[in-house]
């Protein structure tokens, strides 16, 4: 598409508010204002009813690309990712090779450019292999070309309380963030399933909160002691809602994100037995589901992040024990927020754009999105028509996966349109 392509959008609620036209030229906003006149040539969007926002920015991605290609690849990640309202996506490291050198993140982030469906913003891993032993060259791929400011194991925890000290002072030097997958290892060994009254009924090996919250506890005070930020992934237990909410209250430099599927979904579910429902950390109980809803209405937890994590069809399809953990979640995210934080009344749509684009682009230190909806910004925005309603249908996801805890559920709100620097990459509903 050429630099001077023009595209009106009319009449859209911007992050919620009063209609307004809204006017792309190339890769910009050039105007925002009432009755605006199409160039000539634009193409002109009705954009009657629905909510205009910045594109959808997520931490956390697992793209799998390289090494996993059967259950996504960056395209079909990215694809998934437009789908779904994002214009950015952190791609998580522990792919194969891990991404923990400078080659393997710009790989990724070079394809995710390539591709054009969405930006990939590529996590560095914060040990060699993830083995937890060894630092890995976290300032060589600050420096790269990807220019990684958030590290994370993610799916492992850094448990060794040395290495993450030494992660949270090095990522200092280029205003990094280390993401913590806070799960203490010796005390979720063999863990199947939250650990509550559904496991003891079920027999299955419970997955303590103290498993989560203990490591939360110590990284906060670590961040603290040397003055660096920490960031917790997918936060799933009202203790942890606590821990953070102190963590803030003595203006430390800690932020946090919790998942769709954590602000809907229960252990309950678990008595099924269908392994999609299987993920790490594992579903809660429903008093768990308010304290996160909750904490992510009042601002304790910064923002949504997916976590979507794609299996292919074999590692899911098998009895519990042996099924992988993790749910995909790009295509549905917004739904299940509109759902579980808008629809309840929690959370309004400039509300959703804060925790689903300006805080966690400002967390990953994004240029050029998480951006107002203003004249001059570059034109990353996703257009929801909130009065849908649909229910989810597998079929036709753009990702590789099919691992969706929500098939058949009906959903409110759908992604119209997304624009990726004033490129339409969803128009109607449909990726171009
Ligand atoms: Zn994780």
Known sequence: ???????????????????????????????????????????????????????????????????????????????????????????????????????????????????????VQPVGAVTVGLEGRKLAELGAMADSAAGVRVFSDDGKCVDDAVIMRRALEYVKAFDGVVAQHAQEPRLTEGAQMNEGVVSGELGLTGWPAVAEESIIARDVLLAAHVGSRVHICHLSTAGSVEIVRWAKSKGWDVTAEVTPHHLLLTDELVR???????????????????????????????????????????????????????????????????????????????????????????IGRLSGHGRPVSAGEPANLTLVDPAYRGEVNPAGFASRSRNTPYEGLELPGQVFATFLRGKATVMDGKLS
Request: glycine residues 10%; proline residues 5%.
């Open 272 to 362: 099924t037995y269908n392994p999609v429902y299987k993920v790490n950390p594992p579903l809660r109980t429903e008093a768990d589901v308010m304290a996160l809803r909750e904490a992510l209405a009042d601002g304790t937890i910064d923002c949504v992040a997916t976590d979507h994590a794609p299996h292919p069809h074999e590692d899911k399809d098998c009895e519990w024990g042996a099924a992988a953990m993790g749910m995909i979640g790009l295509e549905t995210a917004l739904s299940v927020v509109q759902h579980a934080m808008v629809d309840t009344g929690l959370l309004d749509w400039a509300g959703v754009a804060d925790r689903m684009s300006f805080r966690p682009a400002a």
């Open 1 to 119: 598409m050429s630099a001077t392509t023009k595209t009106l959008i009319r009449g859209a609620r911007i992050l919620g508010g009063e209609p307004q036209d809204v006017l792309i030229d190339g890769e910009t906003i050039a105007e925002v204002g009432l009755d605006l006149t199409a160039p000539e040539g634009a193409t002109v969007v009705e954009a009657d009813g629905k909510i205009l926002l910045p594109g959808l920015v997520d931490l956390h991605t697992h793209l799998r690309e390289p090494g996993r290609e059967d259950s996504e690849t960056v395209l079909t990640g990215t694809r998934s990712a437009a789908a779904g309202g994002y214009t950015a996506v952190h791609a998580m490291a522990n792919t194969f090779p891990v991404a923990d050198t400078a080659g393997v993140v710009e790989q990724v982030w070079r394809l995710g450019r390539e591709h054009g469906y969405c930006d």
